[in-house]
């Protein structure tokens, strides 16, 4: 279903199609298989969406791009490097962590993972902050009791495993750019349901770090959406809906396009700067002073509920990486 992106975002395997034009026609066909084929009804569907997929391409492309070059998960890096003290806060659990990690268990024990000595991958990790209260110096005195914020990062997950750094940006994009069709599709959804007011109200509630599905981005597993949608067309229409006009192609495509033109709006990426000290209790200012360090990462908000989530691009030495322990791994029942 999703063999165009290896096109639009190639492994050093991959064959690149010579014109970018080529690679535009063939996501939106891709793009329609995936969310509504009857859009090919409409005699213009392609025009309308040319332009809007070709944005999409540029803001998936440049999200990859932003991620360079690799952070290392080493004992090292934890005492040398701020943002992968901030980011752990132990050093033992940098190695515990790619080792408990289920895509990564599941990359060495394929063909193309057996005697890796290092691995690539995509690092999410869910950002928390929380007031505390401790002691701080202020003209010399201790003074305790002092409300300050801290920073921590929790549920840290491994995506886009691989041996090498560009066939996990490869893997990196073509997980942003299905993030965006999935949200074309809820879109649709959402619409056809007539439930806008219960999808905004889903889009802002608390985010959540616990079960982001399949697909790193979201709550669901595509599979949860595909049969979900096959029971929508067997239902018809959703009860409560009768007195609702119904909505027509022209609306499912204008739902697709508005996703694709706003890339950014769908899956927000920014450069986070923060001044923290090394308990992770973040500073007055952004700049490194007075026992805080300057720590910069790029940050993803998803329109899903789900984060805000840091995003790195992670280098794990196998070596490092503990022994896989029976309470580590999954259940075996």
Known sequence: MFEFLKHLFPTDDDAVPGEDRRLVDFAIEAIVDRTDPRLRVLADYRRRLAPAVEEAILHT????????PPVAMTRQAF???????????????????AGR?????????SPQGGGAEELFALLLAGRREKTVFGSRLEAGLIVADVPQRMLSFT??????????????????????????????LEQMRARRWGFAETAAAQRHSPPSFADPGEDPFS????????????????????????????????????????????????????????????????GPGRGAAGGYEAVSYWEATPDTGVGPLATLLVRIPVGEMPPLRIRDSDPVL
């Open 79 to 97: 005492a040398a490097d701020p943002l992968v003290h901030l980011l752990f806060g132990t050093a033992e659990s940098i190695g515990e962590t």
């Open 101 to 109: 990690d289920r895509n990564v268990r599941t990359f060495l024990a």
């Open 219 to 282: 709550r669901s597993a595509w599979t949860a959406q595909d049969s979900r949608r096959q029971e929508d067309d067997a239902r018809g229409s959703s009860p409560g809906t009768a007195n609702r006009v119904a909505p027509t192609l022209e609306d499912y495509l204008d739902d697709v396009v508005a996703v694709m033109a706003e890339p950014a709006r769908h899956l927000h990426h920014m450069r986070r700067t923060v001044a923290v000290d090394r308990m992770g209790v973040l």
């Open 155 to 184: 549920h840290h997950r491994l995506h886009a495993v691989s041996r090498s750094e560009a066939h996990t940006l490869s893997l990196m994009g073509r997980i942003v750019f299905r993030q965006l069709i999935r949200q074309a």
């Open 61 to 68: 492309r440049l999200v990859v791009a932003r991620l360079r």
